[in-house]
């Protein structure tokens, strides 16, 4: 299984929306409604922001949303917040285990 | 509150083994698989393992196979990962992971150096 690709980097101005992408195949993300996204700060543990595509956990935020076309996944926040500078990861099943992308790191300006 | 403890890593050297414990408490611990994730320093995550809820059910990355073990006691309400034949490649961040990704530990640093 090859990693999931996603851009290394992406920023946005406070208030501003900004997208991440999450390109796979169609034997991951293409073939599969298991998309999930995860935000993670300098020294934490990863956080779940987005399973099944586009469903929240309790707790997240509806600034942040996630949709799927085709291979392609992403990651959307809107109304940027200082606070949601840090790294994001997508991850799919893949039929056998899951798959990671290897991470955006996001900046707010 | 769901928690998840890892405990057991530490520096080892190349060829040497390892094993690393998570501790779960919090929610029915029998009733979900779980998974090892890790990272190595300044880098993405890697999908490491994952066992079935009763552990019946075992998956290893192309990375690992054949040199970890994973495994779990529901009685203890722990999961295992038996590392042999390290490599230094092998150094992350080792992940305790709850069945739907929920829920993350806070890691244990595995080092593989001479």
């Known amino acids: 299984q090859s990693a999931l690709t996603q851009p290394p980097s992406a920023s946005g101005s406070p208030g501003q929306s900004v997208t991440i992408s999450c390109t796979g195949t169609s034997s991951d993300v293409g073939g599969y409604n298991y998309v999930s996204w995860y935000q993670q700060h300098p020294g934490k543990a990863p956080k779940l922001m987005i399973y099944?595509?586009?469903k929240r956990p309790s707790g997240v935020p509806d600034r942040f949303s996630g949709s799927k076309s085709g291979n392609t996944a992403s990651l959307t926040v809107s109304g940027l917040q200082a606070e949601d500078e840090a790294d994001y990861y997508c991850s799919s099943y893949a039929g056998l285990g899951l798959v990671f992308g290897g991470g955006t790191k996001l900046t707010v300006l | 509150e769901v928690q998840l403890v890892e405990s057991g890593g530490g520096l080892v050297q190349p060829g040497g083994s390892l094993r690393l414990s998570c501790s779960a408490s919090g929610f029915t611990f029998s009733s979900y698989a779980m998974h090892w994730v890790r990272q190595a320093p300044g880098k993405g995550l890697e999908y490491v393992s994952a066992?079935?809820?009763?552990?019946?059910?075992?998956y290893y990355a192309d990375s690992v196979k054949g040199r970890f073990t994973i495994s779990r006691d529901n009685s203890k309400n722990t999961l295992y990962l038996q590392m042999s034949s390290l490599r230094a490649e092998d150094t992350a961040v080792y992940y305790c992971v709850k069945g739907d990704l929920d829920y993350w530990g806070q890691g244990t640093l595995v080092t593989v150096s001479s």
């Open positions: 066992i079935s809820s009763n552990g019946g059910s075992t």
């Open positions: 099944e595509v586009s």
